[in-house]
Nanobody
């Protein structure tokens, strides 16, 4: 069974840091790109960043560029989203999702229907 499980969310003050993890099972992480998305209250889900199956390609939304970093550890079946200099507007539920095509480079910016399996999400709240 293909599954993705996010963890690491929480409450953090503006300017703080959090590192989210997306642990996958049921498929080989080395063969699928993974995307990170977020959804703020009352807003549509948006792409935050993507990492290719090899890890050699990464893209980020302009709003998080130079503050967020995606990495992966295939031996641990885990993809990470390292978030620094957090702002209140980063608040939302963060999701990771598996790209639907095997051994293919993702399109950027991502469309939600390009991803076929999603995690349950983890809440990130940036507030003083």
């Amino acid at each position: 069974q293909v599954q993705l499980v996010e963890s690491g969310g929480g409450l953090v003050q503006p300017g703080g840091s959090l590192k989210l993890a997306c642990t996958v099972s049921g498929f080989a992480l080395g063969h699928y790109a993974i995307g990170w998305f977020r959804q703020a209250p009352g807003k549509e889900r948006e792409g935050v960043g993507c990492i290719s199956n090899s890890g050699g390609n990464r893209n980020y939304a302009d709003s998080v560029k130079d503050r967020f970093t995606i990495s992966k550890d295939n031996t641990r079946n885990t993809v990470y989203l390292d978030m620094k200099s957090l702002k209140p507007e980063d608040t939302g539920v963060y999701y990771c999702a598996k790209y639907r095509i095997y051994d293919a480079l993702y399109f950027w910016p991502p469309a939600l229907d390009q991803y076929d399996v999603w995690g349950q999400g983890t809440q990130v709240t940036v507030s003083s």
